[in-house]
């Protein structure tokens, strides 16, 4: 009797990014076939000490090109932005945003957009859950010790939005391109 | 009796980028060490049929990466923006501006900002001249027949106006980590 086939289990690497023209949080969690989650990877990189403001993007660019390029990501989940204090922020944080995006997408890898009530939602069950519940449950689920900096904690949580969303569309089957144009 | 030597005339090529989330202006000009400037390209690209945000930003990203390869420039002048209509348009030009940005910079190119009413002031002799009057002038200065969309010319403008703060910085000699850290 031939032993059963067991097929291997997969994991995908996800990227989850809170992009900010400050600080940038970056995060990479694995997650397998099963929906279990590993950390990988976080930082928050810190671009306020950069001489002008365009240095500052490039010092956002190369971060996260250089992260992508050591941990070799697949998907990529970023937090989407519906309001800012005021036109300047806005302004500011859109730039910041952009070139996170275009570090991704330039190394070929899909970007795709959540809002700040999913993220929630997918990390401590409710879509007004507060900073310090989002950190806190970060700990929990990627067995982290120790306190887990803001925007590191925030980049984390849409990477595990992104692989519970990407879980429940391979359940009903959407097709991929549908899947790809519902932003 | 020896010829005397004559310096070669050196030019500088220069990128100009009026960036938006529908259209981004690219222009691309020269300047000799005589302040006199030609026409070496100019587009706009249309980024709205894109089938979501991250791609426009991407292709933005990747159109402009293109023009710099294909036509050398090596200095950039970009519209420095103040006010948005509101925070969500704030946003969205921010991320095609933080795009064009990121793919100047990943090229090694310094960026300069410039407000709006020194680009009008460099091109139309006044901080308050009209889109028109900045098309026209176009036109004029560097020699260019039929009709120029806006885009494009606002975009060859700046590229104009970084071309003559360049030429006053160099002659009252202001060195160049200064001027690099002035913004």
């Keep these: 009797m031939s032993t059963p086939h067991l097929p ?10 809170d992009p900010g023209s400050q600080r940038t949080g970056i995060g990479i969690i694995e997650v397998d076939d099963a929906g279990r989650l590993s950390h990988v990877f976080h930082t928050a990189v810190a671009v ?3 001489p002008s403001f365009p240095l500052r993007l490039k010092r956002i660019f190369d971060e996260v090109c250089d992260i992508i390029a050591a941990h070799r990501p697949t998907e990529c989940g970023i937090e989407r932005v519906f309001m800012a204090r005021n036109a300047d922020s806005a302004l500011k944080l859109g730039q910041a945003r952009g070139a996170a995006i275009c570090a991704v997408a330039s190394q070929g890898i899909e970007v795709h957009e959540y809002a700040p009530t999913e993220v ?6 409710s879509g007004r859950g507060d900073k310090t519940q989002v950190q806190h449950m970060m700990g929990v689920l990627l067995g982290l010790k120790g ?5 590191a904690a925030d980049a984390l949580a849409v990477a595990i939005a992104h692989a519970h969303t990407r879980a429940s569309i391979a359940r009903v ?6 899947w790809r144009r519902r932003r």
């Design 147 to 151: 306190p887990l900096q803001a925007d």
């Design 8 to 17: 291997e289990s997969r994991t995908t690497r996800i990227i989850g990014i």
């Design 48 to 50: 306020a000490g950069e």
């Design 120 to 125: 929630k939602q997918a990390v401590v069950g």
């Design 173 to 178: 089957g959407i097709p991929r391109t549908a």
